[in-house]
């Protein structure tokens, strides 16, 4: 199969298997390119942040797992269990960014990055390819049925299946993107390992395996099929497939409350790819119900969702205001891809044109979350964009973070050409569809067909196509739904058309083009207020599909430093939180709020908002897009109140922080058990050990022990304090610190639901512990350690 029918079937996300009816393909990168704007900005740094990386030390896990020598690896997560992530992400990475600016530089980075790869699957002659630490125990164990699987830990191995997913991909993208045969070959070489590791799995061991979070492996084996036409892969897809996720969501079922977004997200891409490949009506409704589920009920105004890496109840949004760790990028760009799925597949339905929900939900998440999550200058990557106002985020620095969110970061600024523009290729007529709005030139070879998109979108109302050649087509122009019916115009050659769309709709103009032609847009904005899902009293205040944010300084005087380390929370805004009754209230909630914003001259997408917003030091405040906020304390969301009113607000709202923040300030360091990326960060062991939720809490027990590291940098530790629920009454365990028992529980029954009790911590196993102690939980014998639902070390 050539290259070009290899990237056709992986857009169209369909196998060889089982022929496809899906017509319409996104247009692929290397035949758009970017024009001046923010988005061919943040490519370029993103370029130079890609090969600022040292490539050797990318390659040194992989190295060290076939017994080659190595250099040192990178520190964070590449040296602390998930060793060889960010390596398969740098090839994607690389791959794209090829694509998109046949760059040479970056494809000889690339070509090299593989040839090493390939000596150490070589070199280990199974077809494995992996820099997960000491794994062989691990595959053995779990080849003969022997599993042991966490949220987060198959074999006390951090999440391998998910660190072995991104060298998938990795092989995957080097060969669709960049032509690299080598590359194909060992994708299916791994593949293959695969299929002899789990041949003898039964499909209960297999759906075991799958309590672990394991990236789009299901995905992965898809994309394998299409490439190669063997349906072996196909059916190891579905046997990746975690049936706990998929069978309420068939059930049109929403079970996704406490359970960890960005596990759940790249499962639902393998369901839709596994629908499309072998026309699995139920599975797509499935994938389809996820989707809208997410968007309609669980997303906040950039497109993001989670807190703490979680999805919270929908009713009830007070966690994304009042905690610092707001929507993961890692889940923003992950339903982006799932966004692209549907959104293709869509044509085939109704009306034979795509569905516009998900172009108005792919446009607000690129420019609000996407775009904002990169620095300008530096290319740093952002991990959590906190809603709660006056916060703010940290970026990574290209040597000291190794995050999941850089990972897929440095991903997502290489392919911002990827959703622009869509072709039908099966119609008699070609047909073109404009999807976004963003500075771009199109040449489509094989029809003949090119056009230039001249735009200053969103900083101006107009986007203009300029016809390259000459040939009959049809150009179906998207009418937004955040345009008000009747005020969109459309002018070809400067003669006006009359529009009969609504918004919402495609365009369609069809005619013999001629070099030279024109078509201009004008797409009038008008700011508006947005609610939170759940109908609380806060509001985001947007322009068009742009959400504006006010930079805040609740602190006179204070210095924030806005990089992270190399820490293992450092992807964390950790500074100082500023109380909810210091927030901005907004002073109206209505047209009149809105009318009485003003436009600042000489500043695109800038409103003066004096007067109109309360808070500390705001008395000039502007409204600016939120994806140019960077290094500044923020607000997004903010409450309402009239200006009556604000005193008795502010009063309410300092109550109920009260003593949440005194309490924060006493703690030095807190694990969220039952969590994924809390247990992660503090070094979860344990033995038979369970984790659930119960009336919205994330819970850990074991019926033998389990165990954190807590850090107490300056030795301020005073008390433990451990939170428990009443309906765990009568279980007996050991809290051990550093191997000292601390405390003799012998029984967890409270009549609360949820209560807590304080341990004191003895001086001198403060003095001896030089700040960092390991937290044991170990059962008495037939009992149960736990259920533990928080630990916080005190000061």
Known sequence: MNLVSSLRLFTLGVSLCVASAQALELAPTRDVQLLDSPFLQAQNTNKEYLLAFDAEKMLAPFRREAGLPFKETYGNWESTGLDGHMGGHYVTALALLYAATQDKLVLERLNYVIAELKKCQDKLGT????????????????????????????????????NLHKIYAGLRDAYLYAGNEDAKNMLVRLSDWTIELTKKLSPEQMQTMLRTEHGGMNEVFVDVASITGDKKYLQLAEAFSHQAILQP????QDQLTGLHANTQIPKIIGFKKVADATHNE??????EFFWQTVVDKRTVAIGGNSVKEHFHDSNDFTPMIEDVEGPETCNTYNMLKLTQLLYLSSADKGEHTPAMKYVDYYERAVYNHILSSQHPHTGGLVYFTSMRPNHYRVYSQVHDAMWCCVGSGIESHSKYAEFIYARDLDKKLPEIFVNLFIPSRLNWAEQGISLTQNTQFPDAETTEFVIESSKRFRLQLRYPQWVEQGVLQLRVNGKTIKVKQQPGEFIALERRWKKGDKVELVLPMKPRLEKLPDGSNYYAVLYGPIVLAAKTQPFNGEKVNYFSDDSRMGHIASGQVCPLEAAPFLLGNSDEFIQQLKPVAGKPLTFNASGL??????????LVP?????????????????????????????????????????????????EQQPESDHFYKGEQAEAGLYNGRHWRHSRAWFSYELNDKNQEAKTLQITYAGIDSGRKFEIQLNGVVIAKVESTGNTQEFFTVDYPIP?????????????????????????????????
């Open 763 to 795: 001086a001198e196993l403060v003095k001896k512990a030089k700040g960092k102690y390991t937290l044991k939980f170990v059962a008495a014998p037939d009992s149960i350690a736990g259920g533990i639902y928080g630990v916080r070390l005190l000061r």
């Open 626 to 674: 939120f994806f140019r906020v960077h290094e500044s304390r923020y607000a997004l969301y903010m409450p309402y109140s009239t200006a009556a009113d604000i005193e008795k607000a502010r009063a309410n709202a300092a109550a109920e922080e009260k003593a949440r923040l005194a309490l924060q300030a006493k703690t030095i360091d807190q694990v969220a058990p039952g």
């Open 127 to 162: 077809g494995y390819l992996g820099g997960i630490p000491d794994s062989n125990k691990m595959w053995s164990e779990i080849a003969r049925g022997d599993i042991r699987a966490d949220n987060f830990s198959t074999n006390e191995r951090w999440v391998p299946w998910y």
């Open 282 to 287: 139920s599975w797509d409704k499935a994938a």
């Open 613 to 622: 917003i309360n808070g500390q030091n705001l008395q000039q405040i502007e």
């Open 249 to 252: 969501l068939q059930k049109q």
